[in-house]
């Protein structure tokens, strides 16, 4: 299984990115795909959900009505769109997939995207 994140970056208070994870080697259409960010000091917490089938989606309360979480199954991709960024959005975000195989759950994780938000 592979998890590969872009598009983090510098951007200013106010500003946008949109991050990226292709999935590899699952079945990337049933999986529960997620974003998580840790920032220097804190613990990793969730971000956004994005579950398979209906694409219901779950966000937590920093970020919504800001940020968006969407999936392409036929690229095996998952985004997170993030608008008005602000300096508490600064972290390392890491995409995470939840995935049932022969009855059995799994969890994966890529290695990480930086996203900075400074003036």
């Known amino acids: 299984v592979q998890l590969l994140e872009s598009g983090g970056g510098l951007v200013q208070p106010g500003g946008s990115l949109r991050l990226s994870c292709a999935a590899s080697?699952?079945?990337?259409?049933?999986?529960?795909m997620s974003w998580y960010r840790q920032a220097p000091g804190k613990e990793r917490e969730l971000v956004a959900t994005?579950?398979?089938?209906?694409?219901?989606?779950k966000y937590e309360d920093s970020v919504k009505g800001r940020f968006t979480i969407s999936r392409d199954n036929a690229e095996n991709t998952v985004y997170l769109q993030m608008n008005n960024l602000k300096p508490d959005d600064t972290a390392m975000y890491y995409c995470?997939?939840?995935?049932?195989?022969?009855?059995?759950?799994?969890?994966?994780w890529g290695q990480g995207t930086q996203v900075t938000v400074s003036s």
């Open positions: 080697r699952f079945t990337f259409s049933s999986a529960v």
């Open positions: 995470y997939a939840k995935v049932r195989s022969l009855g059995r759950l799994y969890d994966y």
């Open positions: 994005i579950y398979s089938g209906d694409g219901y989606t």
